[in-house]
């Protein structure tokens, strides 16, 4: 299984990025996915996460109203759209896979399959 995580960068507060999470080696269509976040020193903490089908979302109360995660089973392909960026974002961002890891409490452990990560940083 393999989760590649693109599209980080840097930007300057207020400005947009758009996170791609290509996945092979697994039926893509049958997993849940999410994203998460890691700063130094701190634990990888929950950003968004949507099952298998679309048809459920769920985010991080600091994500809701700025970050849009979607995805494209026919591609393999996990999106997460991010606007009005701030500091308080930068940190590594993971792409997560699981079955059956979607909950109403989204945790790093439901998941089985992680992607090497790609950094984004916000300044001020």
């Known amino acids: 299984v393999q989760l590649q995580a693109s599209g980080g960068g840097l930007v300057q507060a207020g400005g947009s990025l758009r996170l791609s999470c290509a996945a092979s080696?697994?039926?893509?269509?049958?997993?849940?996915m999410g994203w998460f976040r890691q700063t130094p020193g701190k634990e990888r903490e929950f950003v968004a996460a949507?099952?298998?089908?679309?048809?459920?979302?769920n985010y991080a109360d600091s994500a809701k109203g700025r970050f849009v995660i979607s995805r494209d089973n026919a591609k393999s392909t996990m999106y997460l759209q991010m606007d009005s960026l701030k500091p308080e974002d930068t940190g590594v961002y993971y792409c997560?896979?699981?079955?059956?890891?979607?909950?109403?409490?989204?945790?790093?452990?439901?998941?089985?399959?992680w992607g090497q990560g790609t950094q984004v940083t916000v300044s001020s």
């Open positions: 080696g697994l039926t893509f269509s049958t997993n849940d």
């Open positions: 997560a896979a699981g079955v059956g890891s979607y909950t109403n409490k989204p945790s790093a452990r439901t998941y089985a399959f």
């Open positions: 949507i099952n298998w089908n679309g048809a459920n979302i």
